[in-house]
């Protein structure tokens, strides 16, 4: 490949890894911001952990069990390529066989995408989760759990040979956290306080709005590396289609999230219209690349609707999900992976076929293995914090901190 | 034109929009940190409608209208090239014709542009405008309003025909919000409490000052896209002259500033520093690709002195801004629109004259069009909330919420 | 040099440019955050004002200095090639001699990465120090203290006649900031209330976790600009490799630090979390192109241990740092440029001696010049507030302000 034009692939994948890197500061707002102040330092920590031993993990074996060179039209389920990263033989500037940018920049692009999967589970388990069992959970998950499904299809395994397609990773990375999520919010349960005694949904407030808006347009910035990186080169008409369709989802799913639940509820509820816009995103994921413009925003007007429904049914399923991950990861992954069969290029009954069986036997696999995983945990070394510490909340006691010891408000 | 080329200038592209789309974070904290807490959930709101809405409408047809397609030498006023982006027929990669990127980045460097005209109006009407009627504004005025001013240069109309010089829109950005806010401002009337008895202005504090500085410090970032990318290519003379221009005149703007308004009030005011660096990077932006570095620091110092008296005459005025918009967009956008006839390469009497017109017709059409379209809803829907609301807070009127819901200090 | 490939080159350079000037923000965010909400705006004015005088010290004279054209084999410690930028003759694309950018790009990459310089600073003397001394300080800092240091080992000067290796600038920002940290510390002294009557430290919580945790991120984002752009050139390998070995030793040293000091001191301490991730980029930079993926996991894993052994040292030392900027800057700064000589390519007992004698050598100038420069200042103007101003809080005394004016907590 020409020097120059592998050059210009590698400097937008290089900015596209920072991007997906930067979306971790977005998650880290979102989900203080809709918590309470007395579990800021325990989300925080969850945070920089995932990032952390996220990409550790990824390092030491998760990119090689995720990219394990399965051979042509393979239906490898399973394979290993050994631990920690083979140092191309021929210096560093050697092209990754796959794609027009380095091996280092592939591995890079591919942990801080890792990461994310488990960053979608902390937001939904927030608030009462005991820090030491998550810990484990996100090890295991980011470093076994989502390579191993990653390599089904983008690693050119069975999943990829029957013809599942998704782009970015509605189903892959979205619905991968969404579903763990689902499993470890009926497993530690709600909140205290969270249903009255008719079981009815009491609203918990967060503790700095400012702070979720902030971690949304984050996200959507970050959307531009994790989608625009997710065509694996700087292919102009590929790349620039893919920011275009993103950007309309988000912008539609924004709209019609807050006009659909003003309709419903007589009120400009700002969660509704954050959570719309990140539903827009998780819905254009899986087949961003395949859109039209039009094709986008309706794909965006559809998940913002969804998010409305969505949040309201884990309500009436008695499940607490502090941050609305479960609507917005989970069911707009749903959303988005099927979409490839209904608009778009590949739009047809065959492939929408095709999506729903990727969707079906990914999850079994994600419900299965996280169940088995947060259950052991929760054997042995417990899953939830005691009452005491859960009303007291987790900063005092995992931490024994506040998250602004200092702060004075200027009433007196 | 050679692919590896074209593929660096499409990669600076996308990142410039993407910067120019991070301008609306720095935005939004910079209006909630100079305003009051009880309508920071209403500020967001507007801004994550202001990016959402107004991108929509510049798909739908604003593009269009800012675009159309005016032959050369002409004396354009209005023409419309059709709704929604119409698909370039020979694939996705096709060139845009008039640059060295594609026609989707075109389309999302120039919404994301399209939408900071309305933010600018937002932060002048905050704490008192009615959320319904700012929406329909904002729908007009991104749709309509902008996209015809911008055709008239940008889109090769009249005032480009005229020899009229705005690089990056000190005028067609900054003064067309800036009109409009000047306009909105006099309708409403003040705040509540801003004027006492004597008609002196008193301070009203806002709520996050962190914010606000870390807002302005992403208004800065985000300008090494919407000036670095209204180069419309990568080439590396320009964009890294343009880069060089806006960043010393954003820091001579804050230096000036800040020792000027110390002088004047014995005081290290950080909202002069503040709004200084906003001021040089207004006052550049006009003519950031025609300036040496030196010029560039005399603008800033320039700009950073004009916003004292900015500041200052606004207040005299009896007008109530509550974060500055109109000494730093409208004043600083007049300034830097003219300092293209009096500095840098095109520097002359004649150009001086050009740009005092485009200035005047621009100011005519949106003094007017803003009036008409705001007196319209004053009459109608109403602008201004009602007293009582404006008191207890927009947030818990409009939107039944709290900014910072569950936050609680640490004195007792 | 080929068109595309210096104009991928200069994209990537001015990204990287742009990623270091947003790393002022992360320093902000750190500062406020880990301090009291009574110096708020002191910090941020001072921020403020180290990138924009900074950046114009760093035009008028600065780079200049640091690159002043030392021969081949130079044994040069001090030219100076004239004050503000020599516009270049034939045209603002001219290739800049060194490298596949721009002259432009080049002041301005180099200007933003000076101004951190003084940013370490700031956080060591926060709380206590005069800010009228600071910007003095400041000025005479980056424009001249700074640029000399620089010019020995970047500017082709003795330093780099004798082989000394610092890659990004573990010494030459980071130690040079460092070693003026410590010195500034010693000269103030400690903080009202650090120490209790028998000497003994006190912890004075910050304010704002969540700003110091967000401050680390943008850290860690802004670095793939300061390493990743001190490949300067977009070269594919080696600017992927730099990018890799940053972030594993950024997530190495982050959980090595938590866990050993969470078996230290039996708590999940955020800050050390936070200040291990800090330690392990600042561990990496001066060898970041040298090492191997392996190498910067262990480099990263024992600057996270040195982190913890480091603010005990300073504390031991009776010394009051309040942002940890010593133990991160100066230790580990001093610890990364060590690692050359005992890791990677350059590894070896000559090299290593010739990393103790730059580091030695650069201490010896940092320290009595910063000693020299502070000594002055505190002779004159005085270095330190007033016991009442300390008391109170710089921000009502220098400022006038208050950082959140408007803030109400919800207990009421």
Known sequence: METAIFTANNVWMMICTGLVFFMHLGFSFLEIGLTRQKNTINILFKNLFIICAGLLMYYIGGFNLMY???GENSTGIIKFAGFGLTIPENGLSITYANGGYT?????????????????????AVAERIKIGGFMIFTIIYVGLIYPIVGSWKWGGGFLDTLG???????????????????VAVYLLGPRIGKFDENKNPKPIPGHNLPLAAAGVLILWLGWFGFNGGSVLSAEPGATSLVLVTTSLAAAAGGISCFLFSTLRYKNYDITMFLNGILGGLVGI?????????????????????????????????????????????????IWGTLAVGIFGKMAGIAQFIIQMEGIAIIAIFCLSTSYFILYIIKRTSGLRVSEKEEMEGLDQHEHGMNAYPDFRSNEH
């Open 164 to 182: 599942f397609y998704d782009f970015a990773g509605s189903t892959l990375v979205h619905s991968v956290g969404g579903w763990a999520a689902l």
């Open 68 to 70: 394990p060179g399965f």
């Open 103 to 123: 091996y280092y920049t592939d591995f890079l692009f591919q942990g801080m995408f890792a990461a994310t999967a488990a960053t979608i589970v902390s937001g």
């Open 285 to 333: 994921t899986a087949g961003a690349d395949q859109m039209s413009p039009n094709d986008a925003v309706i794909i965006g007007i559809l998940a913002g609707i969804i998010i409305v429904f969505g949040v309201s049914l884990v309500d009436r399923l008695k499940l607490d999900d502090p941050v609305g991950a479960i609507a917005v990861h989970l069911i707009c992954g």
